[in-house]
């Protein structure tokens, strides 16, 4: 029923001790084979609901797959539409979505990775009306943005509150406090040193 040369197998490097190796893409897995007989061979990425996955676990893979992506739209935008008002740009500013889809899940924390994301943008602000001689925070505040960055965590803090109200499910067991002084205070729980073992 299955399309099995549509599979793909990815194995990330992970050291015996970690909670990865409870997972059955771990590196103990060299190759799957299909109940067809067919081997599956592990790749060095994997487009998962369109994020792409990497053994080493780091986003840059990601991070250049939607740069790229935003780089075309900018570029198709710019080239069709010669009017460059800040209304006018503003509205075809389509390129965020292909930087930000699925951001809690992939949210990078190395610099050259969050500056590369934030390319686009820099670019993309260069062409609109009175934007000329401005720096790129400068460029911002005149267009009333905000950097991709700044819109990656409060997608992220939305994220964690709708966790916390119930409105998302809590894979990562999330726990929050009420502070009279601080007010809500939520925690994640540290992976096991060592994880379990199963027979």
């Known amino acids: 029923l299955l399309h099995e040369n549509k599979f793909e197998l990815l194995t990330y490097r992970t050291p015996k001790s970690h909670l990865l190796q409870q997972l059955p893409f771990t590196s103990q897995w060299t190759k799957y084979t299909t109940s067809s007989g067919q081997e599956i061979l592990p790749t060095q990425s994997v487009k998962d609901l369109g994020v792409m996955l990497t053994p080493d676990m780091k986003w ?4 250049k797959t939607a740069v790229e992506s935003a780089n075309k739209m900018a570029n198709w935008v710019l080239s069709v539409f010669s009017d460059r008002s800040k209304s006018t740009m503003l509205t075809l500013f389509i390129v965020r979505s292909r930087l930000e889809y699925s951001c809690p899940v992939w949210n990078p924390n190395l610099m050259s990775d969050i500056k ?7 670019a993309f602000t260069r062409y609109i009306s009175g934007c000329k001689g401005l720096s790129y925070w400068e460029r911002l505040k005149f267009l009333n943005l905000m ?8 997608y992220i ?3 964690v509150w709708k966790i916390l109200k119930g409105l998302a499910p809590n894979d990562l067991q999330l726990k929050s406090n009420e502070h009279i002084r601080l007010g809500t205070r939520c925690s994640v729980p540290p992976l096991p040193k060592k994880a379990p073992s199963y027979a």
Not at 60 to 63: C, F, G, L
Not at 116 to 122: A, D, I
Not at 147 to 154: A, K, L, N, T
């Open 157 to 159: 803090i939305i994220q």
């Open 116 to 122: 590369r994301l934030e390319s686009p943008q820099r």
């Open 147 to 154: 950097s991709i960055q700044r819109r990656r965590e409060r």
């Open 60 to 63: 840059s893979t990601q991070v």
